[in-house]
């Protein structure tokens, strides 16, 4: 469908055709030059004048580009009665606006996926128990506290926690990791995510506007809203572009003592194929993009990646092929391995943590017992914790293992990703992992130098021992952005691209865990 503003665009585009073809066919036919201009002036009036508007209003900004020596040459077609001319520069000029107001749609149709996706209606129970019956009540209705169930492929329509009943969620479009999560009581659930095939009561934590599902259609907003515009490669000359333009004109026409030879070098300068071949550019790289699965919020973006000087990477599935390994069990002398690996096995049941997968692998593989699970708790950047067969246990990092200095009953750092296991309070062991840096990923680091002029790289969202793996075979990325929670990564690289301009790349948002 498109803004009202588009819907506009795409209108005078179609006058445009319209009158030209009306006035060229009247012109072949034989009809009198007056009546044959009739349709061209038709153009000229009804939509090249609102485009002189809006360049005025640009002018008064001080953001006049490209457009303003389109329109002055519309205006000196029609002063000399060349009103073929005029529709002619109407027509390119308004279709450069409406393939401009197209690209940005296309762009940031993601925005609108999430809005049309967001959950808005939640069951509430009327007693303790689904027996008693359930209310329909709008999600933003939810108060805090409140008991709501989810029916088998709903949307879960707030954060909260599971009460009763088992299952699994599909949270793929919040988190981008393709795994079904076990859910059990005690375990976080996300609005929008999807429910499996289980009913499942859960406890309201959070009102529907402070929910995950809001936090990130509010980020994306942001984004639309602060995104810069498009500006055509003519556009950065801007204004002295147009002023050089016009004197060449007004000197062609002094030394010959035609008017007409000053159209003719203003309609030279026009460059009618920017305002038309750059937006279609940009459409064409969206599109090429969406199929390899690249999301471009913004098509000013592309016209500004060329000047970037610092690369801010997403290292788990962009650097990295996202496949973590369990590389080595160290456990304290209170458990085994086998009983160590069991309990996280059983516990990383119910997280989207990237490292989960490898735990439960590696206990699949061994053909481990898992113990029963309840109150499980996970919360971005500070770890998992849960009961597991009677016991307490915690799956986190050395910094927040709870103990002033974790090095004196754990080993020294290693290279690669590595969690802490602790047992009812007590450091029980630790577990190594690695992951894989993608087979090119040092080629392409590297080339950024000398082929793009990236001066610094950066890695985000991964705790410093994974940057020590990582880093030799990427090209010494620089340590940016350590152990800090998905959705602050767009702020955050905001705040690095007011400093210096810089360009953000990654996976979907993971969820990091020290």
């Given amino acids: 469908m498109g803004s009202r503003r588009e819907r506009g665009r795409r209108l005078q585009v179609w006058i445009c055709l319209v009158g030209l073809t009306v006035g060229l066919a009247s012109m072949w036919v034989g009809v009198t030059a007056v009546w044959a201009d009739i349709p061209f002036v038709v153009v000229v009036l009804v939509v090249g004048v609102p485009l002189a508007f809006d360049v005025v ?24 009665g060349e009103w073929l001319v005029g529709a002619i520069i109407a027509l390119m000029l308004s279709g450069g606006e409406a393939l401009e107001e197209a690209a940005t749609r296309r762009a940031t149709s993601v925005l609108s996926a999430l809005a049309s996706r967001a959950p808005t209606v939640a069951h509430l129970l009327r007693g303790a128990d689904m027996n008693a019956g359930t209310d329909d009540v709008a999600a933003e209705a939810v108060p805090i506290g409140a008991l709501a169930v989810v029916l088998p492929q709903e949307l879960c329509p707030i954060d909260g926690n599971v009460v009763s009943g088992h299952g699994s969620m599909d949270e793929s479009f919040l988190t981008g990791e393709p795994y079904q999560i076990s859910k059990g009581p005690g375990s976080a659930v996300l609005s929008g995510a999807v429910n499996g095939s289980a009913a499942l009561t859960i406890r309201a934590t959070k009102k529907a506007s402070d929910s995950r599902y809001a936090q990130i259609s509010a980020v994306l907003s ?53 305002l038309i071949g ?23 973006i592309l016209e500004q990646v060329s000047r970037c000087r610092t690369m801010l990477f997403d290292k788990t599935g962009t650097l990295t092929y996202g496949r973590p390994e369990l590389t ?9 391995a086998d009983q160590l690996l069991g309990y996280a096995a059983a516990l990383e049941d119910f997280s ?30 500070s770890g998992l914790q849960g009961t597991v067969g009677g016991h307490l246990v915690t799956i986190t990092g050395r910094a927040r ?48 130098g000398p082929r793009h002029a990236v001066t610094r790289t950066s890695s985000s969202a991964e705790t410093p021992p994974t940057k020590s793996t990582i880093s030799p075979a990427t090209s ?39």
Avoid at 57 to 80: F, P, Q, S
Avoid at 359 to 381: C, N, Y
């Fill in 476 to 514: 010494a990325s620089t340590p940016c952005m350590q152990e800090s929670a998905p959705r602050a990564s767009l702020p955050s690289s905001g705040r690095r691209h007011c400093e210096r301009r810089r360009s953000f790349s990654g996976t979907a948002s993971t969820m990091p865990r020290p």
């Fill in 401 to 448: 293992a709870g103990f002033a200095d974790p090095a004196t009953v754990l080993p020294e750092r290693a290279a690669g990703l590595e969690c802490v296991i602790l047992l009812d309070g007590q450091i029980a062991g630790l577990i190594r992992f690695r992951d894989t840096p993608r087979s090119d990923a040092r080629s392409f680091v590297r080339h950024l």
């Fill in 328 to 336: 080595a069990i160290l456990p304290t002398a209170t458990v085994d």
């Fill in 222 to 274: 942001q984004a639309e809203q602060q995104r810069p515009p498009m500006r055509r490669i003519a556009d950065r000359l801007g204004i002295w572009y147009t002023l050089v333009a016009v004197a060449l004109a007004v000197a062609s026409w002094a030394v010959s003592g035609q008017p007409q030879r000053f159209l003719a070098v203003m309609v030279i300068a026009t460059p009618c194929p920017l």
């Fill in 352 to 381: 989207r943590h990237p490292l989960s997968s490898a735990i439960r692998t590696a206990a699949d593989a061994a053909a481990l017992p898992k113990p029963p699970v309840s109150h499980v708790e996970e919360h971005p950047g």
């Fill in 57 to 80: 209003k640009a002018l008064l900004r001080r953001d006049a580009g490209v457009d303003l020596l389109a329109i002055a040459t519309m205006a000196t077609a029609a002063a000399l």
């Fill in 278 to 300: 750059i937006p279609v550019a940009i459409i064409g790289a969206i599109a090429v993009s969406a199929r390899n699965g690249i999301i471009i919020k913004s098509p000013a």
